[in-house]
């Protein structure tokens, strides 16, 4: 019988860091972002626009979906940290993009890990899985599933391994048991939102983009 613990046990086994369960609902968060959208966050991310209908609900992209697995992976490394580099002419390149690209190891991972549920869940089984290249909200989806809380910096903050971590996700019609919701533990702080070079994050777009993405 498929259960969350032995799907949670054989992510562990491929290799992800973390691992949870969501139900596969339309949540609250999810019908936010044409609002986001409305207000030109999306940029030239057109495609957002073209696929907010199937991004409002993911059963819109897999219609028997009953069960999300949100995987993550830990990219940080030792080091060097780009402040300790003093040679303007040593490129920069982000830590993510430091060894094989992560839609395909985690995607291998993932493939892996739907033909282990098939072959154990029997005749009717029905999955698809995204790193990136579906249209899902993967965070919201890792938040609800307990791998860490959408932060200020938008991103996914795990509270043992912080934001260092790429997202993956497993939509099947297993039902499987839900874990808790990640809780949100910024608080007041604003440290990303202060630090960042760019300044980036307007305030408004940090609220809204907690929200919904």
């Given at each position: 019988?498929?259960?969350?613990?032995?799907?949670?046990?054989?992510?562990?086994?491929?290799?992800?860091?973390?691992?949870?369960?969501?139900?596969?609902?339309?949540?609250?968060?999810?019908?936010?972002?044409?609002?986001?959208?409305?207000?030109?966050?999306?940029?030239?991310?057109?495609?957002?626009?073209?696929?907010?209908?199937?991004?409002?609900?993911?059963?819109?992209?897999?219609?028997?979906?009953?069960?999300?697995?949100?995987?993550?992976?830990?990219?940080?490394?030792?080091?060097?940290?780009?402040?300790?580099?003093?040679?303007?002419?040593?490129?920069?390149?982000?830590?993510?993009?430091?060894?094989?690209?992560?839609?395909?190891?985690?995607?291998?991972?993932?493939?892996?890990?739907?033909?282990?549920?098939?072959?154990?869940?029997?005749?009717?089984?029905?999955?698809?899985?995204?790193?990136?290249?579906?249209?899902?909200?993967?965070?919201?989806?890792?938040?609800?599933?307990?791998?860490?809380?959408?932060?200020?910096?938008?991103?996914?903050?795990?509270?043992?391994?912080?934001?260092?971590?790429?997202?993956?996700?497993?939509?099947?019609?297993?039902?499987?048991?839900p874990d808790d919701e990640a809780?949100?533990?910024?608080?007041?702080?604003?440290?990303?939102?202060?630090?960042?070079?760019?300044?980036?994050?307007?305030?408004?777009?940090?609220?809204?983009?907690?929200?919904?993405?």
């Amino acid at each position: 019988m498929m259960t969350a613990p032995l799907v949670k046990e054989r992510a562990t086994l491929l290799g992800f860091d973390l691992c949870g369960i969501a139900p596969a609902r339309d949540f609250e968060e999810l019908a936010r972002l044409p609002q986001w959208l409305a207000r030109g966050y999306g940029g030239r991310m057109t495609y957002l626009n073209r696929t907010a209908r199937v991004r409002a609900d993911v059963r819109h992209w897999l219609p028997s979906a009953r069960s999300v697995v949100a995987v993550a992976c830990h990219y940080n490394t030792a080091g060097p940290r780009h402040v300790e580099m003093t040679d303007a002419a040593q490129a920069r390149i982000a830590r993510y993009a430091w060894g094989d690209d992560y839609h395909d190891v985690m995607g291998r991972r993932l493939g892996a890990l739907a033909g282990w549920m098939r072959d154990t869940s029997g005749p009717g089984f029905d999955a698809r899985w995204s790193v990136d290249d579906a249209p899902v909200q993967e965070k919201v989806y890792a938040s609800r599933a307990g791998i860490g809380w959408i932060g200020k910096n938008t991103c996914v903050i795990n509270p043992g391994i912080g934001s260092w971590i790429l997202l993956g996700m497993l939509v099947s019609n297993v039902d499987l048991e839900p874990d808790d919701e990640a809780v949100d533990l910024c608080g007041t702080c604003r440290l990303c939102i202060d630090a960042c070079p760019a300044g980036a994050f307007a305030e408004d777009y940090v609220l809204d983009a907690r929200r919904c993405l």
